[in-house]
């Protein structure tokens, strides 16, 4: 005799579930949707492999970790290398100063002067011109006059050999092993006398 009335409140919780998991589905596939157009927007714009090198290739590589330059310690050894479209090759030497490579007569293809004034400007200048790493600036009397005090023979070591000091750095041989230790002597002399 009694029937039972649903109501509209209890109509829409029975369909909540159903209807919460189809909202569920149709935002998960337009979230899927979106990913994909995303990702082939991203990478659709590029041709892989079609013009472009390929990357891997052993010449791609060799071409990324290839040096920016070369480091030449004897002129004779120089790579040639063109000077503008249509120029006459030259030769390109470096002098090697403290690890680093910095131009000087003698990488501009001139041959180095000999004695002490030739050694100095091709190996020597470049740290003991602006006083890089604690060297004695050439002309300075205040910084070598201790080191003169020494006497040639500790300073000949020290060019030579190499020191390392609460004073600054010098590299053996400026940096460049291939100079003769006659030659550093000479660069020493040169030097020495710039300050007397």
């Avoid at 949707?33 to 791609?60: D, M, R, W």
């Avoid at 030497?93 to 003698?106: E, K, Y």
């Amino acid at each position: 005799m009694s029937q039972s009335h649903h109501t509209p409140t209890e109509e829409g919780n029975a369909a909540y579930p159903v209807k919460m998991a189809i909202a569920v589905t149709v935002g998960a596939f337009a979230l899927i949707i979106c990913i994909i157009l995303l990702a082939q927007y991203a990478v659709g714009s590029h041709t892989v492999g079609a013009t472009a090198e390929k990357a891997n290739a052993p010449e791609a590589i060799a071409k990324r970790i290839a040096p920016v330059t070369e480091l030449v310690v004897d002129a004779s050894k120089a790579p040639t290398a063109t000077v503008a479209p249509g120029a006459a090759p030259a030769k390109v030497a470096a002098a090697a100063i403290v690890a680093m490579a910095i131009p000087t007569a003698a990488s501009a293809g001139a041959p180095v002067a000999a004695g002490g004034e030739g050694v100095y400007k091709a190996a020597c200048v470049a740290c003991h011109g602006a006083g890089i790493a604690g060297a004695p600036k050439t002309g300075d009397k205040a910084a070598w006059s201790a080191r003169i005090a020494q006497g040639k023979p500790t300073l000949y070591t020290h060019a030579i050999v190499g020191y390392q000091g609460k004073g600054g750095v010098m590299p053996a041989k400026g940096g460049n092993a291939s100079l003769p230790d006659a030659d550093v002597k000479l660069a020493v002399d040169y030097m020495i006398s710039l300050v007397k």
